[in-house]
């Protein structure tokens, strides 16, 4: 891949860029699962980067950061580029899959880089959201990091790219209007989590559920391809748990667990430690 020219950020940005800022702009506008599958893709996204601090209260480095997608219906591969404010940079492989309204996607291999002696460039990886900002498409979430062997955790950050050529998506973001049901409201979301996360072999998966619902949880690889069937069948108001082995498992071991809840989707990363 063609390195670009790394720009010098002038500041930091602060940590309430993430999506929480986002609602506050009524410019901005979140997609839902239906105007994400209507949307195309392919080619090259471009922003930022931006790394947390060890304890996570602030940012103590912006990148310049870039993604060149390739899509397959809800799989997505493709290459990003990161380069820092001094010149170093890396290219790596990535690929990812669509979950209801977000992007699950990692890095997973070193094209090309230049880094510091005894340095290393952490694989990134998490759930992005897409939104409309504008007559720009974005993609935007916080992201988790991880070192090349045994997936041990990094500071982690916050990833913000723009579609650098949206031509094809015009006509879906203009039928978009403001303040259309664009996500599930707030005081009903549901939040899947798992514990511990990174896990070796086991994890519990929890959520909690408002009403009586039909319930289905399963966990996919990031290839897209099913792994387990946690459940399947109606639950009443609650908060359940559910146990995930991944023993004997081959693969990234990067997961997700997707929660469907009545015709509702959530989902969430889980990280095995190799």
């Not at 992201?143 to 500071?155: H, I, K, L, R």
């Not at 896990?199 to 998966?205: C, K, P």
């Amino acid at each position: 891949m063609k390195r670009f020219n790394a720009i010098v950020f002038v500041c930091i940005m602060l940590l309430a860029f993430s999506m929480g800022a986002y609602a506050q702009d009524s410019k901005v506008q979140v997609l839902n699962a239906a105007q994400v599958a209507k949307l195309d893709l392919n080619g090259k996204w471009s922003g930022k980067r931006m790394q947390y601090s060890a304890d996570k209260k602030s940012f103590v480095e912006t990148f310049q950061y870039e993604f060149d997608l390739k899509q397959e219906g809800d799989i997505i591969t493709g290459t990003s580029t990161i380069i820092s404010a001094n010149g170093d940079y890396a290219d790596m492989k990535l690929e990812g899959v669509l979950i209801g309204n977000k992007l699950h996607f990692r890095e997973y291999e070193v094209n090309n880089a230049i880094r510091p002696a005894g340095k290393i460039w952490c694989y990134k990886s998490g759930e992005l959201s897409f939104a409309k900002d504008g007559d720009n498409l974005k993609l935007t979430g916080a992201t988790a990091s991880y070192m090349e062997v045994y997936n041990y955790p990094c500071s982690g950050g916050v990833t913000d790219l723009a579609k650098v050529d949206n031509s094809n998506n015009a006509t879906t973001l203009a039928a978009i209007t403001p303040g259309a049901n664009a996500t599930v409201a707030e005081e009903n979301k549901i939040n899947v989590e798992a514990f511990p996360n990174p896990f070796v072999d086991n994890a519990s998966i929890t959520y909690s559920l408002t009403g009586d619902s039909k319930v289905k949880v399963e966990v996919y690889d990031m290839q897209g391809k099913l792994i387990s069937n946690l459940f399947d069948g109606n639950q009443n108001a609650g908060s359940y748990k559910l146990d995930f082995n991944a023993k004997g498992i081959s693969g990234s071991g990067i997961y997700i667990v997707k929660l469907s809840v009545n015709n509702d989707v959530y989902s969430s990363q889980l990280v095995q430690m190799r």
